[in-house]
């Protein structure tokens, strides 16, 4: 919770327009922030690889997106954000908070649109989630369907 709260506090201090979460945040709990709009029809989607694939790694990953534009993550540009990759996530992360960063969930706040990905043998599965500027993904959400990977041995 530690890790969370400071968080909150950080895009407190970067977002004073969420100052009235303050308060929630001091006591610990989970902050809601305001979600950014996706407009009607955005889409996001793997270019490659497809689902089903079986591959070698490290593989490519490239993202596709329709409908809005890729911007870094803290600039705010109408209509856009950036890509996020789920890697065998079982349950979707909360929509109303900021993507965690971890081994499971990759930020490209850099507005990159493919990355190089090694993944042990074995079937994984991957998902794309289009992020605002501060990592919260778009009301309604931008993601991509789950695809399924398999990993050849070597």
Known sequence: MRTITLFACLLLSVAPGLAGAQDAVQEGEAVELPRTPSPDGAMVY???????????SPFTVSFGLRGMGVAPAGITF??????HLLVDVEEAPPEGLPLPTTDQILHFGGGQTETELELPPGEHTL??????????????????EVITVTVAAP
């Open 127 to 144: 998902q794309l989630v289009l992020g605002d500027p501060l990592h919260i993904p778009h009301d309604p959400p931008v993601r991509s």
């Open 78 to 83: 109408p209509d856009s954000g950036h890509h």
């Open 46 to 56: 793997f270019l490659e690889p497809r689902d089903g694939e079986t591959v070698s």
